[in-house]
Structure formats: structure tokens, C-alpha cells
């Protein structure tokens, strides 16, 4: 299996800051997998909160986590602070795929790159289209980061 390099800087299409913290690391002493889970989480939701796509849609429709994962490429340790690039992978009928990537201070290269795939669902928890007006600003994550 051939491993995928780790994506530049110019791959993402917005930046959000992270600061470690001395409870991110495990016993290893660098950050812990599971932290990345929860900095992607992170990420994508204060995205999708500036873009109006909140988590309490008076509709009942909300954005479900069917997966996610992430690739290490270089250690992480407190008290470093992380630039979270943030880009679409995909956007379908009712799912979306964000893709971020973890730069320490400057690096140009993501020390480490996660992601994680949100279907759109009712309240009866079945899929459903994304809106438009959410599609519109999706298409837009996903086009500045390619013309980046």
C-alpha cells in the first residue's frame, strides 16, 4: 500500500487556530488519536455555525457523523499550536465529506489530516437532500480550495 503524502497548505481552503492543551497528550507524550477526532469535529462545526448550518435547524434536520478517520504523519505535542486547514473532499445528494489538516505553527506540510463525512438527516433520522443555500456555501469550500 502506498501512503499518501502529507497535503501543503495551499490544499485547504480555510484556516481555523487550535491550541493544544497539556490533556491532549497521552502517555506516549504527543497528541492522542482520538484528540484528532474531536479537533476535526471541531473545525467543521465552528464552519458550518459561521455558514448558518447550527446544530439546533428549527426544521429538525441536523448533520449526523456516518465516518470519520485520520492520518498521522508527523507528531504533535502541547503546547504547539496548530493551524486546522479546512476543504471539501466531496459533496453528494445528502452527504459531505470535510477533509482538515493540522499544520504545526508554520509547517508547510500537514503534520496530520482528518476527516469526517455528515449525511444530512429529519427528525425521523432518514437522509434528505441539503438545501440549497447550504449546498451554495459548500460549493464554495470546495471550489476556493482548488483555486488556492
Known sequence: MTRRPPSPRADY?????????????????????VTY????????SLWQLEHGMGPLDPSGQRFLVAENGCT????A???DRLEA??????????SVRFEVGFF???????????????VLVNEAGRPVP?????RAALARLQLSAKGS
Open 130 to 134: 441539503i438545501p440549497d443555500e447550504a
Open 72 to 75: 498521522f504523519h508527523a507528531e
Open 13 to 33: 481552503a480555510v484556516f481555523f487556530p487550535l491550541q493544544t492543551r497539556w490533556k491532549d497528550m497521552d502517555a506516549y507524550g504527543h497528541i492522542n488519536n
Open 77 to 79: 505535542h502541547f503546547p
Open 104 to 118: 504545526r505553527g508554520d509547517a508547510p506540510l500537514a503534520s496530520s489530516e482528518g476527516f469526517l463525512v455528515h
Open 37 to 44: 477526532l474531536s479537533y476535526v469535529d471541531t473545525v467543521v
Open 85 to 94: 486547514g479546512l476543504r471539501l473532499g466531496h459533496l453528494g445528494r445528502s
